[in-house]
Each structure stands twice: as structure tokens, then as C-alpha cells.
């Protein structure tokens, strides 16, 4: 008989990592100077609001770490997760930090880190733990799935801020233009890879990439890159969409199946 105590350390160094995190995101906008505010400005900087999506990812790995006690969770979080997570969580700590305090390409190396582990465990709850309940769908599958489209986007925010030239100093040029068009392309077009995993697609996923091209456009003044952003948002928007009406669909369908078989007889032939 599983027990809340099973594998107890690891689950105690989830929730001292998940606390690191979270810590290391508080202290981006507790410092003087908010990071969102005072980094560097570049053709594909979104607004200030796009990062609020940290938010609700540490609220749903709140619930992760307290579902990680029950049964159900531990069978996905420590005895498949495992060790990813807390690896993932201190590796996101330093990204932050490193993002934060303006090392850029360091911070776009700890990027690439963070997006490798974070696909790993993407990987393995999406393809060998189907949500049974409840919790796997929101404490499980969610998180990691918004976190995962998440840190896309970061990936790329991040390269333009290592490598690409200051907005505020330096107009747009042709490359720059080229440059912005293909990072957009490779976001929206990586939206509609999640729409179309599945019948109701990856729909945390492409939210987190579409309210980030929204931000792009918001905060993006250049005309090029303005348009063009609100251009892939509204695709990547009817992704969400195909995304619902799956999801709508997956729902409706076991509904009707559950009624199908309320209905039936109990006894053969009558």
C-alpha cells in the first residue's frame, strides 16, 4: 500500500526547488529596477504583461507539488518525472538570474538547457501518461504544457536580446526585419505543431504563444514588425481555436459515449 511518505526526499527537494524558482521570479520584479521595465529593448520584446504568464505557472505548480503527495501523482511526478523536475527548476532559477542581471548569451545557453529538459518531461507525460483524473489533467499536463511553449518563446526572446541589435540605438534594418519575420513564422508555425498533435491539439501550449505574439505587437512600434506580429497572432489565435473546438469536441464525445452507456441493458438481448 503506497504511502505519502514514498520516495519522501525527492519529493521534499521538489518542493525546496519549486520555492527556488519561484523565488528567482519574485526577485525580478521585487528589485529597483524591474527587469521587465529596464532590459534590453529589441525588435521582438514584448510588453511587460506578456511575462504575467509566470504566474499562473506557479500557481498550477503549486498544486503539482501538493498533488505529488497523493498516488496518483506519484506515479507521475516522482516515479516518471523524477529527477527532471527539480533539475528543470534550478536550471530556470539560473536562467532567470542570469536574464535578469543583462548576461544575455549565457542566459540564452541556460535557455537551450531549460528547453531540453523541460521537452523531456513534456515528452514523457504527454506520450506515456494519458490524464486518468482530474489532477493529472490540471496539476500535471497543464503546467507542463504551458511551460513548455513558454520557454519556446524565451528561447527565441532570448536569442534577439543576445544577439541582435538595441531597438532604442539602432533602427530596424533589412536583416533585422528578416530576421524578426522568421522568429515569428517559427512561432506561429510552432503554435499550430501543438493544434494539430491530437484532435484537440496542445491548447495551453499555443495559448502561451499566442498571448506572447499578442504582447510582440503591442509593445512593437516599428510598422514592419507591428503588422506582422499582430499578423501571426491572429493565426496563431485560430490555432487556440481549432485547439477548443477539439477539446469541446473530446469532452461532448465522452459525454454522449457515457450516456450511450447509461442507456444500454444491463442483461444481453433486452
Keep these: 500500500m ?7 526526499s525527492l519529493k521534499i527537494i521538489n518542493v525546496l526547488v519549486y520555492f527556488l524558482f519561484l523565488g528567482s521570479n519574485i526577485y525580478t520584479i521585487a528589485t529597483p529596477h524591474d527587469i521587465y521595465y529596464s532590459g534590453k529593448e529589441t525588435y521582438l520584446t514584448p510588453a511587460p504583461w506578456a511575462f504575467m504568464i509566470w504566474t499562473l505557472i506557479h500557481l498550477l505548480l503549486l498544486g503539482t507539488i501538493a498533488y505529488q503527495f497523493t498516488a496518483s501523482g506519484k506515479k507521475v511526478i516522482v516515479d516518471t518525472v523524477s529527477w527532471r523536475f527539480p533539475l528543470l527548476g534550478v536550471l530556470n532559477a539560473i536562467y532567470v538570474n542570469l536574464w535578469s542581471s543583462h548576461h544575455y548569451i549565457v542566459a540564452f545557453i541556460f535557455a537551450l538547457l531549460v528547453s531540453s529538459v523541460v ?32 520557454t519556446t518563446v524565451l528561447v527565441v526572446l532570448t536569442a534577439f536580446e543576445a544577439f541582435s541589435v538595441n531597438a532604442l540605438n539602432k533602427p530596424a534594418g533589412v536583416w533585422s526585419k528578416v530576421f524578426v519575420f522568421l522568429a515569428l513564422l517559427f512561432l506561429e508555425g ?64 465522452g459525454a454522449l459515449h457515457l450516456a450511450d452507456e447509461e ?7 433486452q
Aim: hydrophobic content about 50%.
Design 2 to 8: 503506497s504511502s505519502w511518505k514514498d520516495e519522501i
Design 119 to 150: 521537452t523531456q518531461i513534456y515528452y514523457l507525460v504527454k506520450k506515456h501518461h494519458a490524464p486518468s483524473n482530474f489532477g493529472d489533467e490540471i496539476f500535471v499536463h497543464l503546467p507542463f504544457s504551458l511551460w513548455h511553449g513558454w
Design 190 to 253: 510552432t503554435a499550430g505543431a501543438y493544434a494539430f498533435t491530437s484532435a484537440e491539439g496542445d491548447l495551453p501550449a499555443s495559448i502561451a504563444i499566442m498571448w506572447s505574439l499578442f504582447a510582440i505587437f503591442a509593445q512593437q512600434r516599428d510598422p514592419f514588425v507591428h503588422w506582422t506580429a499582430l499578423a501571426f497572432a491572429i493565426l496563431s489565435a485560430l490555432c487556440v481555436v481549432k485547439g477548443i473546438w477539439g477539446l469541446y469536441g473530446r469532452y461532448r464525445g
Design 263 to 269: 442507456r444500454a441493458p444491463l442483461i444481453g438481448g
